[in-house]
């Protein structure tokens, strides 16, 4: 099993609520990713997990909050978004961060509007 | 630092041709190369990827890429395309026991004409 799925698949919100985004994987992976892809752009990494913790902040505005409650799981809490947060928003796993297998497996996506 | 640069952001091909997307990276150390298709809608799907070892893999649906490390380059390639190949398609390096961050090039969208 190579998947990783991703919840909800499309997600509309005011710049006034909050939501969170889920993803899970079970294929044993100890590094989690979430990425963010504008239209007709490449995907840009945000955050990072290694053994549930973050390993990698990529500069990314508070507004997104990650979290990982365990090896399995991944959740980016989004708060006070702005419309220009509209993208599609990409979790991934590979089995850790020591490159002896270093791809990344990728869901499908949840594509986030907001209004 | 590493960076990807795809020449050509919208290929075509007809039914039947030869597919060949093109990669050139640049890294500072040896890197692992990858390359992920993306079909409309969706997340990215892994193709292939050269980490060591032998410089022609081959990957899924009939793709096969070369790690020409004088030419610091690492093109995709198919014999016969198939409508079902149109998409979109991304090279990404990252480089060994770097975070596997992903450096992504800006993509090549693959049309296939009858």
């Known amino acids: 099993d190579t998947e990783v799925t991703q919840t909800p698949k499309h997600l509309v919100m005011g710049m006034t609520n909050k939501k969170s985004l889920k993803c899970e994987q079970h294929?044993?992976?100890?590094?989690m990713y979430w990425y963010k892809q504008k239209a007709k752009k490449p995907p840009e990494l945000m955050f990072v997990?290694?053994?549930?913790?973050?390993?990698i902040n990529e500069s990314v505005p508070s507004r997104f909050s990650p979290e990982c409650p365990n090896s399995s799981l991944l959740n980016l809490h989004l708060h006070a978004l702005q419309p220009e947060d509209s993208a599609l928003y990409l979790c991934?796993?590979?089995?850790?961060?020591?490159?002896?297998?270093?791809?990344?497996?990728f869901g499908q996506g949840t594509r986030l509007t907001v209004v | 630092a590493q960076s990807v640069t795809q020449l050509g952001s919208h290929v075509s091909v007809s039914e039947g041709a030869l597919v060949l997307l093109r990669c050139n990276y640049s890294?500072?150390?040896?890197?692992?190369l990858f390359w992920y298709v993306q079909y409309p809608n969706q997340g990215l799907q892994l193709l292939l990827k050269?980490?060591?070892?032998?410089?022609l893999v081959k990957g899924i649906n009939g793709f096969e890429a070369e790690f020409k490390k004088s030419e610091t380059s690492f093109h995709l390639t198919k014999p016969s395309a198939h409508m079902s190949d149109a998409a979109e398609y991304f090279c990404?390096?990252?480089?060994?026991?770097?975070?596997?961050?992903?450096?992504f090039g800006t993509g090549t969208q693959l049309k296939v004409e009858l």
């Open positions: 991934a796993s590979s089995q850790d961060l020591t490159g002896a297998l270093p791809e990344a497996f």
């Open positions: 050269y980490t060591t070892g032998a410089t």
């Open positions: 990404a390096v990252t480089r060994p026991r770097g975070g596997n961050k992903l450096t």
């Open positions: 997990y290694s053994y549930e913790k973050l390993s």
């Open positions: 294929m044993g992976h100890r590094a």
């Open positions: 890294s500072s150390v040896p890197p692992y």
